[in-house]
Nanobody, 114 residues
Framework: VQFLESGGGLVQPGGSLSLSCVGS????????MSWYRQAPGKDREWVAS????????NYADAVKGRFTMSRDDAKNTVYLHMKNLTPEDTAAYYC????????WGQGTQVTVSS
């Protein structure tokens, strides 16, 4: 099982950015997929989860209304569309199957700074 995140970069406060994550080594469509992030000096935290079967997408309070998660099972990919970014969103972003002890991918760095 592997995950490859991409799309990070440097963005100004108030800007937008979209991340992608490709999963491999498992049947992608059968699993709830989640995004996580880890800011410098802080623990990794859950950001959002996209369930299977049409259930509601869940978001952490800190990103609700600003981040939108989507998935394309045909491409084994999840996305995280982020808007109105603040410096507090600066972190390395990761995706993983929710609730399973998968190894983390390399992540993709998002830096929000003027």
């Amino acid at each position: 099982v592997q995950f490859l995140e991409s799309g990070g970069g440097l963005v100004q406060p108030g800007g937008s950015l979209s991340l992608s994550c490709v999963g491999s080594g498992f049947t992608f469509s059968r699993y709830v997929m989640s995004w996580y992030r880890q800011a410098p000096g802080k623990d990794r935290e859950w950001v959002a989860s996209f369930p299977i079967g049409g259930a509601t997408i869940n978001y952490a309070d800190a990103v609700k209304g600003r981040f939108t998660m989507s998935r394309d099972d045909a491409k084994n990919t999840v996305y995280l569309h982020m808007k109105n970014l603040t410096p507090e969103d600066t972190a390395a972003y990761y995706c993983k199957r929710f609730g399973l002890s998968d190894a983390w991918g390399q992540g993709t760095q998002v830096t929000v700074s003027s």
